[in-house]
Nanobody, 126 residues
Framework: QVQLVETGGGLVQAGDSLRLSCAAS????????MGWFRQAPGKERTFVAG????????YYANSVKGRFTISRDNAKNTVYLQMNSLKPEDTAVYYC???????????????????WGQGTQVTVSS
């Protein structure tokens, strides 16, 4: 059974940092695009960051560029999202996702990802 489990969310103040982790089990994800999405109450789930499996190139939503960093450790089957300089508008449930194996590009579309975690809440107070 394939599982993605996110940890590391919490309640922080504006300007603080958090590091989210996504541990995969049930199969290896070394050939999958890994992404982070977020969903605020009443809003659609949107792309935050993604990392390619072939060259570890990273991609970010404009709203988080320069503040968030995605990375992966294939040996641990884990992907991370380091979030710095957090803002109240970053408040959302954050989801980890994995594409089908061999997808050659980082997609910002929810539909491109086959596997999803249960989400972890990040709340940033002003």
């Amino acid at each position: 059974q394939v599982q993605l489990v996110e940890t590391g969310g919490g309640l922080v103040q504006a300007g603080d940092s958090l590091r989210l982790s996504c541990a995969a089990s049930g199969r290896t994800f070394s050939r999958n695009i890994m992404g982070w999405f977020r969903q605020a109450p009443g809003k659609e789930r949107t792309f935050v960051a993604g990392i390619n499996w072939s060259d570890n190139r990273t991609y970010y939503a404009n709203s988080v560029k320069g503040r968030f960093t995605i990375s992966r450790d294939n040996a641990k089957n884990t992907v991370y999202l380091q979030m710095n300089s957090l803002k109240p508008e970053d408040t959302a449930v954050y989801y980890c996702a994995a594409s089908r194996p061999g997808l050659g590009y980082v997609s910002v579309s929810v539909g491109a990802y086959d596997y999803w975690g249960q989400g972890t809440q990040v709340t940033v107070s002003s």
